[in-house]
């Protein structure tokens, strides 16, 4: 079924993990796409395996100055947009006594300020009627050691959830999120989450054990529930969350 056909969507972070495997479903439901990564080549791998439904831009959600460039880089592919995807975000797992102001700014940057902003960017080329999602965290509901800041900005999307569905009614924009749990993601990784090897692996295993249908999620299942958002189908949601942790919060 093309639930999505004739529709345009924005994923930020695009290129690999749950942006990718958005968009590769949205694709598969007949959208066209957009992505934005970090670097051209990650792009270029991504467009190469998404097919000629797909455009790939550079934009970095932690640097503003490429933020307040992405309308006018979306513009020059698609005058409209019908979907965002605002999946770009970075985390990092330190204790309060280990975390510098410049890694507080860099995940608050990436996860709420680009975020916030790429939406700024995003709103006026959105056709009435459309759909805004935005992937946010389990985290922003659970204690976890050294996810204070990680937490924090994702708390803060799903308010930013909430008030913009309110301030986008007149043009029956719909924003909702998405709370993934535990994803196996390139982000879940030792070096993306600034531990070593075997405090990654103690996590992990920690993790694994609060999760009742024992195991971590994948992408895919995290692109479902986006295409289910962005299509019609849940077209009476409003500023809702929708966790999708196998089972970890409750």
Sequence with gaps: MN???????????????IGLATAQEFIALGAKVIITGRNQKSIDDA????????????????????????????????KKIDIIFINAGVGQFYPIDQVTEELF???????????????QQLLPLTNDGGSVILNTSINAHLGMYGASVYASSKAA???????????????RIRVNAISPGPVATPMHSPAKMGVTTKQFEEIGGGILKQIPVGRFGLP????????????DDSSFMLGAELIVDGGFTV
Aim: net charge positive.
């Design 3 to 17: 639930k999505l056909a004739g529709k345009t969507a924005v994923i930020t972070g695009g290129n690999s993990g």
């Design 47 to 78: 467009v190469a395996v998404l097919g000629e439904n797909a455009a790939g831009i550079v934009s970095d959600s932690g640097d503003m100055q490429q933020v307040k460039n992405l309308g006018n880089q979306i513009k020059a592919i698609s």
């Design 220 to 231: 895919e299942e995290i692109a479902k529930v986006a295409a289910f958002l962005a299509s």
């Design 157 to 171: 999307l799903i308010s930013l959830a909430k008030n913009l569905s309110l301030e986008l009614i007149p043009r």
């Design 105 to 119: 700014d860099q995940m608050m940057n990436v996860n709420f300020k680009g975020a916030y902003f790429s939406l």
